[in-house]
C-alpha cells in the first residue's frame, strides 16, 4: 500500500500568475526529485526558486493543501515504505533504512508511518521477507 502525496500540477486557466505558480511547483518537484540530500530545507529550496518561504507554502497549499514540510514528510515515508518492501533478508533494519532517508527521531518517524500506511514499520519489513 502506498500514499500518493504528489500531485498532477495543472494549468487551471487562470491567468499568468497561476502560470507562475505552476512554473515554481514543476520547479519544487524537480528540485525535490534531484537532490541526493536527505534533508532538505524550505528555506534553502524556496531560495533556489527564487520565492520566499511563505510564497513555496502558500502555492503548495493552494494545489495540494500541504505545506512543503509535510510535501517533503509523506514523500519520505513513501520511499522508507518503498525500501521496506524491497528489503532482502540480510539483517536490514527499519532503523537503517529510515536513518538513510535522513530520520533522526525514530519514535516520531514511527507514529506517522503508522499514521500514513496504518501499520508499524517493522510489520512492513517483516511482510518484505
Same mark, same amino acid.
Given at each position: ?14 491567468? *499568468?500568475?497561476? %502560470? ?12 525535490? $526529485?534531484? *537532490? ?10 524556496? $531560495?533556489?526558486? =527564487?520565492?520566499?518561504?511563505?510564497? &513555496?507554502?502558500?502555492?503548495?497549499? /493552494?494545489?495540494? =493543501? &500541504? ?5 517533503? %514528510?509523506? &514523500?519520505?515515508? %513513501?520511499?522508507?515504505?518503498? /525500501? &521496506? ?5 540480510? =539483517? ?8 538513510? $532517508?535522513?530520520? *533522526? $527521531?525514530? =519514535? ?11 501499520? %508499524? ?9
Amino acid at each position: 500500500m502506498s500514499v500518493a502525496c504528489c500531485a498532477q500540477w495543472q494549468d487551471l486557466g487562470h491567468g *499568468t500568475s497561476h %502560470n507562475r505558480q505552476l512554473t515554481i511547483l514543476h520547479r519544487f518537484e524537480q528540485l525535490v $526529485h534531484t *537532490t541526493s540530500t536527505p534533508c532538505l530545507r524550505i528555506g534553502d529550496m524556496a $531560495h533556489e526558486l =527564487g520565492v520566499s518561504p511563505r510564497t &513555496l507554502e502558500h502555492y503548495l497549499k /493552494d494545489y495540494l =493543501g &500541504l505545506s512543503p514540510k509535510q510535501y517533503l %514528510n509523506c &514523500l519520505r515515508l %513513501n520511499a522508507i515504505h518503498r /525500501d &521496506l518492501m524491497q528489503a532482502k533478508r540480510d =539483517g536490514t533494519t527499519v532503523e537503517a533504512i529510515a536513518r538513510a $532517508h535522513g530520520v *533522526t $527521531h525514530l =519514535g516520531r518517524f514511527s507514529a506517522s508511518y503508522r499514521q500514513q500506511f496504518g501499520c %508499524n514499520p517493522s510489520k512492513t519489513l517483516s511482510h518484505a521477507f
